[in-house]
């Protein structure tokens, strides 16, 4: 598949020479829907921005279609943008924002009717076309949003938080949603969020960024199984992260004592961090078990319990579908492959 | 709420000897003659100067649009700086408004008098001496000095509500800098425009102290025409009412014209 945008070497520096992004390189794929992640301030809105032409990196190019469009304006741009907080004209109505971007190229009439009528209908909002768009909920003002956007038939489709002030249910069924119409359209769609759950759901790619940094590029089963470093392991759903130290391959401390797992090529006694899901650690009897803790607390989450225990040098966040009495004595273990070894990040 | 009423009273009480009763009275004044009957000659004698209003009217508009088109881009401008600087920059535009209107306005008489600075400074260039003072245009000037904060601070505080994100969206979709300008920022600048205008326009059209001092006796205006007939040698305060009530109405229909472009919830009269 062909590169739609690429990022090469990007580097944006605030005048007070704080650094925003740090050599970023990415390349987006045509028709991918690819979601920057990470918390806020790591750089996922600015590096959107950048795609977007609102902010000119530092250093680096920017190639659209394989041509460098450093210095181009947002208006000779083939992107649009859902902005974070809709951004909708509020002197306009509904059909008046949509119309908005085929009004600007002088199309005709009768096209601008055509085209904005398929947009109020894929954004379900039929019959709202007079209404002033102060007097939407969030959710439609949200539609509005993205048919203004889509309705330019841009080639790349940017969204920053779009679903961030909208309550839990009408944001999941925005998700399905914009990944069918992403589907539908065959648009590259690069998404931004803080949200891991929304990210693992909708993104055929994720990049996860911290303090400037890409730190990991992947699919969401890739992230989530194979977390390169902790940070990534923590970010996306909860994780138990302990130090430990590899005496030799396929052989992890920590706690003080050994486990066997599958990674090796980690110099001998090399401190790691060891990275192991809540729903992976398998409590047994606490009779002759390697490991064991007293449950301190336990909390009823629907599809499972969270189980706080406390064991030696670490408290362990297990998710179980049975609960264990709180106080009892309890014993762990960890299947190899559940044992996520990674080096140290630098901080 | 209901208790909350009691502290209107002040004001309302104020309005009603201040602003209600004299405006009867203006009106009474202006249809009535020294024996208290009823006329309506004083209103239809306001026709005589008929060429003063054309004047007034003609001068304030001069000043307002000026006003308008200096005020516009400073006030935009002001509006998307850094906040912290927004307030110095206000607080100089302010700062004439420390000093008293006469004292400035008289500082005006001397900068364009005829041995003024400003003809002194012509003549060190072998130009001149210009006739500055007692021109119609040293009117227009008087009134687009004193009346032009007036004009930038409804400005101002209608674009700094204007949301950076909702131009970021214009451009987005395709806007360069004059699309923009005519699709979105003069369309939700529509209410400070129109309360600018109203305040300039307002005092501009019945000033008589700017007039006086800088347009001489020729450029008589239809505030020096009212003063006149209260305070000058030519005392009919009958028709001095009837002039303020022609007045009170010219004002009316052109607000009322004005309201037609601002949005139903910014009513301005």
Redesign the interface.
Known sequence: MENVVSLKDIVVEFEDGERILKSISLDIKDKEFVTFLGPSGCGKTTTLRII?G?IEPTSGDVLFEGKKINGV???KRNV??V???Y?????LNVYENIA??L???KLPEKEILRRVGEMLELVNLKGFEKRTVNRLSGGQQQRVAIA??LV?QPKVLLLDEPLGALDLKLRKEMQTELRKIQQAMELTFVYVTHDQEEALTMSDRIVVMNGGVIQQIGSPTDIYNEPVNAFVADFIGESNIVNGHMPKDCVVEFTGRQFECVDKGFSPNETVDVVIRPEDVKVISAEGAKLTGIVESVVFKGVHYEMIVDGVDHKWIIHSTKAEPVGAMIGMTFDPFDIHIMKKTEE | MKQMKIFAAPYLVWMVVFILVPLLMVAYFALTNDEGRFTIQYVSDVGQYANIFVRSIWLALIATVICLIMAYPLAFILSRMDKHKQGTMLLIVMLPMWMNFLLRTYAWMTLLGNNGIINYLFGLVGLGPFKLINTSGAVVLGMVYNYLPFMILPLYSVMVKIDKSVLEAATDLGCNFWNTLFRVIIPLSVPGITSGITMVFVPAISTFIISRMLGGGSNLLIGDLIEMQFLGNAYNPHLGAAISLVLMVIILLIMTVMNQFSPDDQVLI
């Open positions: 977007g609102f304006p947002p208006h649009n943008t902005f974070q907080r951004a909708l004209f509020p002197h908005f971007g009004r600007v190229k203004r956007a330019n």
